[in-house]
């Protein structure tokens, strides 16, 4: 174990008590103003109940007019990241009140034991928290903070009910993995293929290996060339090297049914299991966990006392400081700077018991606070980004109680309209040929490295794009159907769950349905050719149609109703614009591409084009589903 004192003003004494076991650093070689000093006690090892040691760094405040064990409250970080990088963090709350517990996740970098997907993180949680609450310095609450995998650990120590927890800030945090994250209406998220061929090399037992390490490090460098190459099997290429990651990617690519495989974040399946603490949910419009984290608060503000908050911008995975996303401008006033500071109010109220700004100002004001987006004037920025814009608002529940649901019907012409279409029979058809998918561009994607781009994009191929660098709009492929409505005659906002009810059929056994809602800028000076740019998509795996619980296959040529989930949004469609939707099979490489054969998940040898038709005729409305906000009460 090592320990580091962090000394703004030198104290000469204190440090020659600790010198010949602990390394000085300057406190301005962190990356953040302090005001006070601070101890770190690195690499020390945490037993959990089985005897696994966890790493885990404590960082503790040093003043000279209080102990080094005086009991304060806890914030806890455990993360599959690195501990070593939370050192911002620690620095920041250990001089501001509170102690600071960074831990690496079991079987990740200093961390013994083996990595299993958020498995583990539940009891480990527990374990943790209560051997943190045997120390004289906590007092005996907890607060727990994250992003991503290590907002899940959060929900994972939630779920398990560890006593000492007292609130969580899981911030764009892994859940429902078999709803709409992992698997997505039973179609398997690819950014989570990429997360396994990025970390089975990296802070994995087979990385600290220099050889092995190389080895997955070349697989990670070759990602595109993989992409190629599906179904991943067993044994079949270097990740054989780290098997604890293969085997759990291959198993959750050929599991398609929500049940216990995916049940260690599960919370709105199993709100009632969750601790009840006061809970702050934070993501975004364009994150990849934007729709479980409004599915989370639905539950759970009807599940525990709370207080359940809810906090919903315009911002991609992890952004929550920044206005700018993909192509689009949202302006200044999208972006949360002060990362810490906002997070340290909500932990002052609820460990420390200062009555604060939460429950009275903003960002705390009301249970729900959103970005409405879409209200710019579409100009053209310094650095060539549409200035959609936006602004912010409180509300006090979700979905928002004066929501008028309006159904937007799929004409024959290609049309889109309130009014249902009236003729007998009217379809159309497309042929889905899975050795050609329908490009991702941007959208729900939580890691862009160079497979995916995220956030909001203008629906054109180019250089940014791998698999699609023609100048070409997407609307040009055959096999996207786009439905529009005429311009409209008044500004219009969209707030909150969409879905697509779509009447199809295929003359497969099995394939996908895609729907993505698009706002569709009229030409200007600034862009000439418009600017289509994306709001939510969503997809359906035909055998779970009926449910997440089992598969069925589908009789070809038979006519089935199709529920597409798209993420949910706040966006102001203005006056002149026209609403889109645009239907395919495909979307790739956000998703895994059906091969439209039927045989089991990730265990196909075959591809087949499916003929596809899509029908919007009187018996048959398929239509979506716009959650509008009268304008008369968006105030």
Request: charged share 25%; net charge negative; with cysteine.
């Amino acid at each position: 174990m090592q320990i580091d004192i962090i000394r703004r003003r030198h104290q000469w004494a204190v440090l020659l008590l600790w010198a010949a076991c602990c390394t000085a650093v300057r406190a301005d070689d962190v990356t953040a103003d302090f005001t006070e000093d601070y101890v770190v006690e690195h690499d020390v090892m945490v037993p959990m109940r089985d005897g696994v040691r966890l790493a885990t760094d404590i960082y503790r405040p040093a003043r000279d007019d209080q102990p080094l064990d005086k009991p304060l409250p806890i914030i806890l970080s455990r993360l599959p990241y690195n501990k070593d990088g939370a050192r911002s963090m620690g620095a920041y709350y250990a001089t501001h009140g509170y102690v600071f517990v960074a831990q690496d996740t079991r079987g990740r970098y200093k961390s013994e034991g083996v990595w299993r997907m958020l498995s583990d993180d539940g009891r480990d949680g527990v374990d943790c928290a209560a051997w943190i609450g045997r120390q004289p310095w906590c007092d005996g609450k907890i607060g727990m903070i994250g992003t991503s995998y290590f907002g899940g650990t959060q929900h994972a120590m939630a779920l398990a009910g560890a006593p000492e927890l007292k609130t969580v800030i899981p911030v764009d945090a892994m859940s429902n993995m078999g709803r709409q994250s992992l698997r997505n209406a039973g179609a398997f998220e690819l950014r989570f293929w990429n997360w396994i061929m990025l970390n089975a090399g990296r802070g994995s037992r087979a990385a600290r290996d220099p050889g092995t390490a190389a080895v997955l490090e070349e697989m990670a460098d070759q990602r595109l060339a993989y992409l190629e190459h599906f179904p991943l099997r067993r044994g079949q290429t270097p990740l054989r090297l780290s098997p604890e990651y293969e085997d759990w990617l291959v198993s959750a690519m050929e599991h398609g049914v929500n049940d216990e495989f995916w049940g260690a974040v599960n919370v709105a399946d199993s709100p009632e299991n969750y601790k009840d603490i006061p809970v702050y949910l934070v993501s975004g419009w364009y994150d990849s966990w934007g729709g479980n984290n409004t599915a989370n608060f639905m539950a759970l503000s009807k599940t525990i006392k709370g207080p359940v908050y809810m906090i919903m911008g315009p911002w991609i995975h992890g952004r929550q400081a920044s206005y700018a996303h993909g192509q689009v401008n949202f302006g200044k006033q999208a972006a949360i700077t002060d990362q810490w500071g906002w997070r340290r109010k909500w932990y002052d109220r609820w460990l420390k018991g200062i009555d604060n700004s939460v429950g009275k100002a903003d960002p705390f004001k009301s249970p729900v606070r959103i970005f409405v987006m879409g209200t710019g004037d579409g100009s053209k920025d310094e650095k060539g980004r549409l200035r959609h814009g936006g602004y912010w608002r409180n509300e006090h529940e979700w979905p928002l109680a004066r929501t008028r649901y309006s159904d937007y019907y799929l004409q024959p012409d290609g049309g889109l309209s309130t009014s249902p279409p009236q003729t007998d029979e009217a379809t159309t058809q497309y042929q889905f040929d899975p050795e050609n998918p329908v490009p991702t561009i941007g959208g729900n994607v939580s890691s862009g490295n160079d497979i995916l781009v995220q956030g909001a994009w203008n629906q054109k191929g180019g250089p940014h794009l791998w698999n699609f660098q023609e100048p070409i709009p997407i609307s040009a492929r055959n096999d996207v159907l786009v439905f529009q409505s005429e311009p409209l005659e008044e500004d219009l906002e969209v707030t909150g769950e969409i879905e697509v009810r779509l009447f199809a059929s295929s003359s497969a056994v099995d394939t996908d349905f895609t729907a993505k809602l698009i706002d569709v800028y009229p030409p200007s000076d600034d862009w000439p050719g418009g600017f289509d740019l994306n709001i939510g998509d969503g997809i359906v795996r035909a055998r779970f149609r009926e449910s997440l619980e089992k598969e069925v296959l589908m009789e070809p040529g038979e006519v089935y109703e199709f529920t597409i989930r798209l993420y949910p949004t706040s966006n102001v469609f203005k006056k002149g614009h026209r609403i889109r939707v645009d239907i395919s099979s495909s979307n790739f490489p956000r998703f895994d591409v059906n091969p439209n054969t039927g045989e089991p998940l990730n265990r196909h040898r075959r591809t087949e084009v499916a003929t596809q038709t899509i029908y919007h005729d009187a018996a048959h409305p398929s239509r979506i589903i716009l959650p509008v906000i009268p304008a008369s009460s968006q105030e």
